[in-house]
């Protein structure tokens, strides 16, 4: 009768599925071998996988890549020996399924929620009730949940059961140190994707409970993962004496040993995996994932001397151009955003695109923006800059300007989720920013609402926008990013600004407050705003006139790390009208000028000199009032022209302000010179 009723409940589930699938193919998913990731694009792209912790990262990767699975692996999140050998049980015919992470002696609730998302009927545990606690496994039972633990007296035997259990019998074996965790980490996936037993050893003796599995799954090759100070040569002797075939696959480090492994074996590179080298959490869930389609892992360092391992950079030099998708496990804390462009890009400074992602606090019109994007994101744009950070409180913290707080957090795994490095900004400026810099418990506040923001939202860094400041103001502005880059930096997290421009120490008194010698030192990249030559009060003028942006680029270099530069772009252009003695104008972008001089009729002419001869476009018209009005902009071969600068100087990139003044029509005009200068 329960067998009966079992399979009724399966194809029950099985009906639901596959109509949900057909409802869903044509906007979801992707094809993995024979089953659909759920969420992803086939598209060469980087995507990273993170949430708030190492649990939410798992089921991060568990929600984007499962729809469903009856069965799931629980391991415990914050102690790696008894999870090690997990990734071959999740893969397994039987288990099929996400590992997850969870606390020793707490049923996480966003695990619980994971679980029954998929629907499953069986949870495997990893280790005894040390390591998941009897009171995680009675809640599981208590949620309707089948529950199997594997465990043994310590970590080795826990692994020896755990191959048994997912495996009946096989002639190849990995076998890996239990003392440590990434040349374990390095080959599961591998041995996940080929249903081979990870076994593991302390360094001099192997234990009993492993020689017992070789013999009982009738191993006759035994490959060694990590130098002889991970498995010694005394072990791998004593396997030779025993009449197995030994080899080893080591390296000097984590890092070389990990790349033997992806060059001694064939991988899928279509898609390939990136995780931290320096903790296990990320790249044990992940390398379930990589299994399911025989993906590498590749581990990487936290970046501190900006260099990756020659083996690891001549693989990914090698490989780059064979990758369709480069998945990232794991929040800038974990795998930073410097090598997450090398990884991309093959350089630690490449060429940015940050863009101003402007929805001014509503939802759908940062979704449209987006939507206007060509191709993939990130062969455009690497850095999104939205606006949801309210506005500065005169005690110097901030909120959101959205009232749905969920908003925030959503377009930062939007923006993500296409790749992008999401770095909100916090725009403020006159009294209220400079009371703030002022005072230092308000800098302080500041800087924690910067800190809550981040962590609220799981964005990768923030960048601070203060105008119309006073002069007095320089030694504030400084010590806040100095506290922000304090606290932020440790934390893998992106420090940016925007700065005004300048053409001398001298030329701009007014821009006194911005020290860009002084400032270089905090900030990951200085967005310098040239544009706005010709205010929006002022006379009819260009925008930003290539002679001027050149002069503010050749003074900027003298002060700052030309890598750490990026240069402003407008997106916008004005048009003037006299009303009695003073200048009025109105805004728009390209697509809205010409189809106002189609409007009325108005031939758009270049205005050239001989520092710019490629020239700006302007027009001038009369409209139905009367008023006579002259208008520049900025269009595809200006544009392409500033972006020259770019080389000249050798600048980090750009920063273009806004994507709002870009749609459907100019898109095509902006979005390819982006890609073709990163």
């Given at each position: 009768m329960?067998?009966?009723?079992?399979?009724?409940v399966h194809?029950?589930?099985?009906?639901?599925?596959?109509t949900?699938?057909?409802?869903?193919?044509h906007?979801?998913?992707?094809?993995?071998?024979?089953?659909?990731?759920?969420g992803?694009?086939?598209t060469?792209?980087t995507?990273?996988?993170?949430?708030?912790?190492?649990?939410q990262?798992?089921?991060?990767i568990?929600?984007?890549?499962?729809?469903e699975?009856?069965?799931?692996?629980?391991?415990?999140?914050?102690?790696?020996?008894?999870?090690?050998?997990?990734?071959?049980l999740?893969?397994?015919?039987?288990?099929?399924?996400?590992?997850?992470?969870?606390?020793s002696?707490v049923l996480?609730?966003?695990?619980?929620?994971?679980i029954?998302r998929l629907?499953?009927?069986?949870?495997?545990?990893?280790?005894?009730?040390?390591?998941?606690?009897?009171?995680?496994e009675?809640?599981?039972?208590?949620?309707g949940?089948?529950v199997?633990?594997?465990?043994g007296?310590d970590?080795?035997?826990?692994?020896a059961?755990?191959s048994?259990?997912?495996?009946q019998?096989?002639?190849?074996?990995?076998?890996?140190s239990?003392e440590?965790?990434?040349?374990?980490?390095s080959?599961?996936?591998?041995a996940?994707?080929?249903g081979?037993?990870?076994?593991l050893?302390p360094?001099?003796?192997?234990?009993?409970a492993t020689l017992?599995?070789?013999?009982?799954?009738?191993?006759?090759?035994?490959?060694l993962?990590?130098?002889?100070?991970a498995?010694?040569?005394?072990?791998?002797?004593?396997?030779?004496?025993?009449?197995?075939?030994?080899e080893?696959?080591?390296?000097?480090?984590r890092?070389?040993?990990?790349?033997?492994i992806m060059?001694?074996f064939?991988?899928?590179?279509?898609?390939?995996l990136?995780?931290?080298g320096?903790?296990?959490?990320?790249?044990?869930?992940?390398?379930?994932?990589?299994?399911?389609?025989?993906?590498?892992?590749?581990?990487?360092?936290?970046?501190?001397g900006?260099?990756l391992?020659?083996?690891?950079?001549?693989y990914?030099?090698e490989?780059?151009?064979t990758?369709?998708?480069?998945l990232?496990l794991?929040?800038?804390?974990?795998?930073?955003?410097?090598?997450?462009?090398?990884i991309?890009?093959?350089?630690?400074?490449?060429?940015?695109?940050l863009?101003?992602w402007?929805g001014?606090?509503?939802k759908s019109?940062?979704?449209?923006i987006?939507?206007?994007?060509?191709?993939?994101l990130?062969d455009?744009?690497?850095?999104?800059?939205?606006?949801?950070?309210?506005?500065?409180?005169?005690?110097?913290?901030?909120?959101?300007?959205?009232?749905?707080?969920?908003?925030?957090?959503?377009?930062?795994s939007?923006?993500?989720?296409k790749?992008a490095?999401?770095?909100?900004m916090?725009?403020?400026?006159?009294?209220v920013?400079?009371?703030?810099?002022?005072?230092?418990?308000?800098?302080?506040?500041?800087?924690?609402?910067?800190?809550?923001l981040?962590?609220?939202t799981g964005a990768?860094?923030?960048l601070?926008?203060?105008e119309?400041?006073?002069?007095?103001?320089?030694?504030?502005?400084?010590?806040?990013m100095?506290?922000?880059?304090?606290k932020?930096?440790p934390?893998g997290?992106?420090?940016?600004?925007s700065v005004?421009?300048?053409?001398s120490?001298?030329?701009?008194?007014?821009?006194?407050?911005?020290?860009?010698?002084d400032?270089?030192?905090?900030?990951?990249?200085?967005q310098?705003?040239?544009y706005?030559?010709?205010?929006?009060t002022?006379?009819?003028?260009?925008?930003?006139?290539?002679?001027?942006?050149?002069?503010?680029?050749?003074?900027?270099?003298?002060?700052?790390?030309?890598?750490?530069?990026?240069?402003?772009?407008?997106?916008?252009g004005?048009?003037?009208?006299?009303?009695?003695?003073a200048?009025?104008?109105?805004?728009?972008g390209?697509?809205?000028?010409?189809a106002?001089?189609s409007?009325?009729?108005a031939a758009?002419?270049?205005?050239?000199?001989?520092?710019?001869?490629?020239?700006i476009p302007?027009f001038r018209?009369?409209?139905?009032?009367?008023?006579?009005?002259?208008?520049y902009?900025?269009?595809?071969?200006?544009?392409?022209?500033?972006?020259?600068?770019v080389?000249?100087y050798d600048?980090g990139?750009?920063?273009?302000?806004?994507?709002?003044?870009?749609?459907e029509?100019s898109s095509?005009?902006?979005?390819p010179?982006?890609?073709?200068?990163?």
């Amino acid at each position: 009768m329960r067998k009966s009723l079992h399979l009724k409940v399966h194809l029950k589930k099985l009906i639901i599925f596959f109509t949900i699938f057909a409802l869903l193919f044509h906007f979801s998913g992707q094809m993995t071998g024979s089953s659909a990731a759920y969420g992803e694009e086939i598209t060469k792209n980087t995507v990273r996988l993170a949430g708030d912790s190492r649990y939410q990262t798992a089921i991060k990767i568990s929600k984007n890549n499962w729809y469903e699975a009856y069965n799931v692996v629980l391991a415990r999140g914050d102690a790696f020996p008894d999870a090690l050998a997990g990734a071959v049980l999740a893969n397994s015919e039987q288990v099929h399924g996400p590992l997850l992470l969870t606390e020793s002696n707490v049923l996480r609730s966003d695990v619980l929620e994971e679980i029954q998302r998929l629907h499953a009927n069986t949870v495997y545990i990893l280790g005894g009730t040390g390591a998941i606690s009897a009171g995680v496994e009675n809640a599981l039972k208590s949620n309707g949940l089948h529950v199997v633990r594997i465990q043994g007296d310590d970590r080795y035997e826990t692994a020896a059961n755990i191959s048994v259990q997912a495996l009946q019998s096989k002639t190849q074996a990995f076998l890996a140190s239990g003392e440590t965790f990434a040349d374990a980490l390095s080959i599961s996936s591998y041995a996940a994707a080929q249903g081979i037993p990870l076994l593991l050893t302390p360094k001099n003796e192997i234990p009993s409970a492993t020689l017992t599995a070789l013999q009982s799954l009738g191993v006759t090759d035994v490959t060694l993962i990590g130098g002889e100070n991970a498995v010694s040569l005394s072990i791998e002797n004593r396997l030779k004496e025993a009449n197995y075939h030994v080899e080893r696959l080591s390296g000097d480090d984590r890092f070389q040993t990990n790349i033997q492994i992806m060059n001694r074996f064939q991988f899928n590179l279509d898609r390939t995996l990136i995780a931290t080298g320096l903790s296990f959490p990320d790249a044990l869930a992940g390398s379930v994932l990589a299994a399911r389609n025989n993906n590498p892992v590749v581990l990487v360092p936290k970046n501190d001397g900006q260099i990756l391992g020659s083996q690891t950079d001549s693989y990914l030099a090698e490989n780059r151009s064979t990758v369709n998708d480069f998945l990232i496990l794991g929040g800038s804390g974990a795998v930073n955003y410097k090598i997450e462009f090398y990884i991309r890009n093959g350089k630690f400074n490449p060429r940015v695109s940050l863009q101003f992602w402007d929805g001014y606090a509503n939802k759908s019109t940062y979704e449209r923006i987006l939507s206007y994007v060509p191709g993939n994101l990130t062969d455009s744009i690497q850095i999104l800059v939205p606006n949801f950070a309210g506005d500065l409180a005169s005690d110097g913290s901030f909120a959101y300007s959205f009232s749905d707080s969920s908003i925030p957090k959503y377009l930062t795994s939007l923006g993500q989720g296409k790749g992008a490095n999401v770095v909100p900004m916090i725009q403020a400026g006159g009294q209220v920013a400079d009371s703030m810099l002022l005072d230092s418990a308000k800098r302080k506040a500041f800087v924690n609402s910067a800190d809550k923001l981040i962590r609220e939202t799981g964005a990768d860094g923030i960048l601070v926008d203060l105008e119309d400041l006073a002069n007095n103001t320089q030694q504030g502005l400084t010590g806040l990013m100095r506290d922000i880059y304090g606290k932020l930096n440790p934390q893998g997290k992106m420090v940016l600004i925007s700065v005004m421009s300048k053409t001398s120490a001298t030329a701009e008194p007014r821009y006194v407050e911005y020290n860009y010698h002084d400032l270089a030192a905090y900030a990951d990249y200085i967005q310098i705003m040239s544009y706005d030559f010709s205010y929006s009060t002022s006379a009819p003028g260009p925008i930003a006139p290539i002679e001027w942006v050149r002069k503010v680029m050749s003074y900027a270099v003298t002060q700052i790390p030309s890598e750490k530069i990026l240069m402003g772009v407008p997106y916008y252009g004005r048009a003037w009208k006299q009303s009695g003695s003073a200048w009025v104008s109105q805004s728009f972008g390209l697509a809205k000028a010409t189809a106002i001089a189609s409007q009325y009729g108005a031939a758009i002419t270049r205005e050239i000199t001989p520092a710019d001869p490629v020239g700006i476009p302007t027009f001038r018209y009369v409209d139905e009032y009367g008023a006579l009005w002259t208008a520049y902009f900025d269009d595809r071969q200006s544009w392409e022209a500033k972006f020259s600068l770019v080389e000249q100087y050798d600048l980090g990139g750009v920063g273009g302000w806004a994507m709002g003044w870009i749609n459907e029509v100019s898109s095509s005009d902006l979005y390819p010179l982006l890609k073709d200068m990163t």
